[in-house]
Each structure stands twice: as C-alpha cells, then as structure tokens.
C-alpha cells in the first residue's frame, strides 16, 4: 500500500508512461502518414510535439536520416524518450526536451517535419497550425491527429464528452478548410482504425490503471480517475462510427 497521495496529473504519468504510446496510433499509421511526404531523404529536422515516451518518435527515426527533437511538457515522458533513444543507438540524432509546444525555441523556418500525435485538440487546430506554420521552412511537412467529426450526426453523450474536453470537434472537411487557411496545402487525411485506439492505448492503459488500483488501494482520487477512464473506453466503443481521431497532412504552401 501507498499512503501518497497523487493528483490526477501524478496519476496521468503513473498511468502512461510505462506504455508504448500514450494516446491513439500504431507504428503502421505514423508510416502511412510518413508516406505522404515527398523526398524524405531531404528530411533532416523534426519536431514532434507532446511526443510522450516516443513511441512514434521511433518509428520516425527508423525512415529518417535527420535529427528528431521530441517536446513535451512531462519530464518524466522525456526521461523515457531519451533512454529508448540510447537504448536503440539513436542518442546523437534522437533526443527529447522538457517544453511547450506553444512556447517553442526553435528557429524560424528550422524545420522540414513537424509530427503530433494525439495533442493538438488541447490547445486548438487552428491556433497550433497556426504557430508551427513560422518554424517550418517553405514546402515544409506537418502531421497531427485529431479527433474529429465522421458523420454528420452528434449524438448529445459524445457531443458533451468533447465539448467538455476540448471545446468541441469540426468535421474532417472544416479541418482541411482551417488547415488551408492557416497556410498549408492539403495532402491527406485518414481516420485511425479502431486496432489504434482499443489494442494500442486503452487495453494497454486498463492494465496499468489496474496496477494503480491494487498501488493505492480504498484511494477515492484514483477510483475516480480510473471511473473516468472507463467512461471514455465506453464512449469510443459505443459512438465509434460518428467520431474518431483522423491524421491529417498538409505542406507549407
């Protein structure tokens, strides 16, 4: 038994940082979107925000010859990354920086490839697009997911689940509309199978909430987190054909 008691953003990494990604994707679907680059022999600076532990930060090193930087607010995901880097070899050309990726050091157009899985709907489509637009050079590549609207309909549960969360969803078709508008054009756009959020994150992530159960056994904080994360599990499974994450790829006109 521990008698610490977490927050929710302590019990956020306890939860993630032991996984292999910590938000929706697969290695086949980064390299889908990897593939809607244009010469990526000439790619040889890459930022990927809000990049976790690494896991598509990894797969991205093995198809690129260039540096990667990898942000992301929790040191602890940092740590994680950087070690996976040594581990595989990949230290001198993979690395990753404790920082926001709204208040970013770079460079003006430093950049070939900007990458974002899973984070961009936290500070807004629009308003990340729209600042990572100054750090890529001309013709310059970025790929976020997203979650967004798939049909037409907005069943009132899933609708406040996403309001709540991040405001609420655009259609696929607003997203490209926006991307456009924020100076880039539209190369793809892609929804995520259902393998990249059951098998790849939510199985992986009940298993480490169970761990924290049996850590913090009676702990109302994380029954509750753990609740909520059950709730969101159950959401995705039942309103799944109306709205998922979609990969979006565009190049700086």
């Not at 690494?54 to 929790?74: E, K, N, P, S, W």
């Amino acid at each position: 038994m521990d008698n610490h008691q977490p927050s929710i953003d302590d019990l956020v990494t306890e939860t993630h940082v032991g996984l292999e990604r910590q938000g929706f994707g697969s290695p086949e679907m980064t390299m889908k979107a990897f593939s809607f680059v244009d010469d990526p022999e000439t790619i040889s600076r890459v930022a990927d925000f809000a990049c976790g532990t690494g896991g598509q930060t990894m797969v991205l090193a093995q198809h690129i010859t260039g540096d990667i930087t990898g942000v992301d607010l929790d040191p602890a995901f940092i740590d994680a990354l950087n070690n996976n880097a040594k581990q595989a070899g990949l230290q001198q050309r993979v690395h990753g920086i404790v920082g926001d990726m709204l208040n970013l050091s770079f460079q003006k157009e430093e950049l070939d490839l900007i990458w974002c899985e899973g984070a961009i709907d936290s500070i807004g489509f629009e308003k990340g697009l729209r600042y990572w637009h100054g750090f890529l050079r001309k013709d310059g590549y970025v790929a976020v997911t997203c979650p967004s609207w798939l049909t037409d309909e907005r069943p009132a549960e899933i609708e406040k689940f996403w309001v709540d969360a991040v405001g609420g969803l655009d259609t696929v078709g607003d997203n490209i509309l926006i991307m456009q508008k924020a100076g880039y054009d539209f190369v793809a756009a892609f929804a995520l199978p259902e393998k990249c959020w059951m098998e790849s994150y939510f199985l992986p992530r009940q298993a480490a909430d169970k761990v924290l159960l049996e850590k913090y056994p009676g702990n109302k904080t994380v029954e509750a987190y753990i609740k909520d994360n059950e709730y969101e599990v159950e959401l995705f499974q039942k309103y799944k054909q109306h709205c998922g994450y979609v990969f979006y790829v565009g190049k700086k006109a």
